[in-house]
Nanobody, 123 residues
Framework: VQLQASGGGLVQAGGSLRLSCAAS????????MGWFRQAPGKEREFLAA????????AYADSLKGRFTISRDNAKSTAYLEMDSLKPEDTAVYYC?????????????????WGQGTLVTVSS
């Protein structure tokens, strides 16, 4: 399974972006999907995850409702809608597919990773 993350770019503080994660196989419709990010000089961190059918989602507490994860299994694609962006959101954003139908809030069980897409938020 290959994951292709896209949608990153340069945005002003307060703006919005939508990231996409396209999977090479429809089999990922049975897997939980997630988004992580890694800022310069920092460790990779969990942002959001969604179960195989979209019925369950989880978010990092630090996001405070600014990000929304969703998926379209017919398109084998997961999304991360990011609103009210801040300069501290600048990072490389990665999508991942879990080994199971749900997800974990840490790094356990995430089998497949996309290559990352850079988001830069200017002040």
């Amino acid at each position: 399974v290959q994951l292709q993350a896209s949608g990153g770019g340069l945005v002003q503080a307060g703006g919005s972006l939508r990231l996409s994660c396209a999977a090479s196989k429809r089999t990922t419709s049975n897997n939980g999907m997630g988004w992580f990010r890694q800022a310069p000089g920092k460790e990779r961190e969990f942002l959001a995850a969604i179960s195989w059918n979209g019925g369950s989602t989880a978010y990092a507490d630090s996001l405070k409702g600014r990000f929304t994860i969703s998926r379209d299994n017919a398109k084998s694609t997961a999304y991360l809608e990011m609103d009210s962006l801040k300069p501290e959101d600048t990072a490389v954003y990665y999508c991942a597919a879990h080994r199971g139908s749900y997800y974990s809030r840490d790094f356990s069980g995430w089998l497949y990773w996309g290559q990352g897409t850079l988001v830069t938020v200017s002040s």
